[in-house]
C-alpha cells in the first residue's frame, strides 16, 4: 500500500486540519495510508509521529491551529546530521511522497528534501498570503476577517471619543492583511511595508479629514512598516533567537506624531497579533484547504511531485516548487490601487 507523510511548518493559521483531513480522506479513497510528522520537519528529523486516519481527522475541519504541532525548522539548512536523519527517517517508514504545507520558507525547505531524495508536494499556507505562484493562501481570508472585525470593532471608540485609533496588523513583508482588512474595514489610513512611511503625511491627512468634520481616523499599518528615513522594522527577540517577531510599529507611529504636534492627537494603539492566526478557519478557507489537501494526495499518487498545488485564476493547479521557493509575493497592483480610492497613504 503507498504510504504519504504529511507535516505542518512555519507559524499556524487557521486552516491547516481542514487540509490534513483532506488529504486523509483522499488518500483512503485511493487506498493510500497517511502518517502526520509532529512540528514540521522536527519530527521527520527525530521520528515522531501520528497515524492519521478518517476517525481522528473528521472533527478537525474546523478547528484552528494543527494537531500535528508547528514549527519552522530547516534540517536542511545547515545541519548534515539532522537532513541524514530526516532522510533516514523518512525511508525507514516506507513513504512514497511527503506532502509539506507551509509558507515561503518551508517551501525552500521542501525543495530541498526535493532534492536529496524525498518525492515532496507543497500546500502553502500563511496568513499573509505572499507565497509565490498561488492567487492565494490558507488562512489569509480568515485572517482579513478577523481583523476587519476588530476594526469594525475599534471604529466605535474611534468615533465615540474622535479618536485616531491605529490598528497594527501582522503582514511580515507585504501588506497583504492591512490591505484588504483596510478595505473590508473601511480604513481611512492604510500603512504597509510596500512603502516606507512618510509621518508629515500621514499628519497632514488626519488635519484634513479633521477639517472636513470627522474628528476620528482610522490608520491601519502593517508591522513589517518601515519609516523614511529610518529602515528599520519594529520588534523583539526571545532570548537566544535571531528570529524577530514583529510589533511595535504601530506605537512608534503614534510617538511619531506625537513628536510632530505634542497633545493634539487622541492616539490610541491597538495591536490586534496573534488574533489573526487563531480560532475556526472561514468558510472559504476550509473549502480551499480541504481541496489543496485532496490535491496534493492527487499530485503525490500520480508522480507529480516536486510541486506545490496552487489557486491561480481560480482553478487548482500545480506549481513548480522551483518558482517558489526563495520567493516572495508582492500584494496586487490592483488590489493596491483600488484600496487608495478608499484610503490614503498607500501607493503601488
Ligand atoms: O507569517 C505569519 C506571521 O503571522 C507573520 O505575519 C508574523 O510576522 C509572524 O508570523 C509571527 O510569528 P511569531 O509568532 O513567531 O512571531
Redesign the pocket.
Known sequence: MTSIGIMTC??D?PGLNAAIRGAVFRARERDATVIGFNYGFEGLVHDKWTALSRQNTWEILNRGGSILGCS?ENPFRDNPEEADAAVATFKKHGLDSLIVIG?NSSMGTALRAEDRGIPIVGIPK???N?VEGTDITI?FDT?VATAAEAIDRLRTTAESHDRVMIIE????DFGW?AVAAGIAGGADITLTPEEPIDVAAVAQAIRVRQERGMEFTIIVIG??ATFKGEDVQY?SHLPGER?????GVGAALADHLEALEPLRWKLTVSVI??L??GGPPSAYDRVLASRFGVRAVDAALDGHHGNMVAMRNGKITLTPLTEVAGKLKAVDRDLMKDAYTFTESIRS
Not at 243 to 247: A, D
Open positions: 512555519g507559524g493559521c519552522g509558507g500563511t496568513i499573509d505572499d488562512g485572517a496588523t501582522m503582514g511580515r492583511i508591522e513589517g520588534g528570529y524577530l517577531h514583529l510589533s497579533g496573534h489573526q492566526r
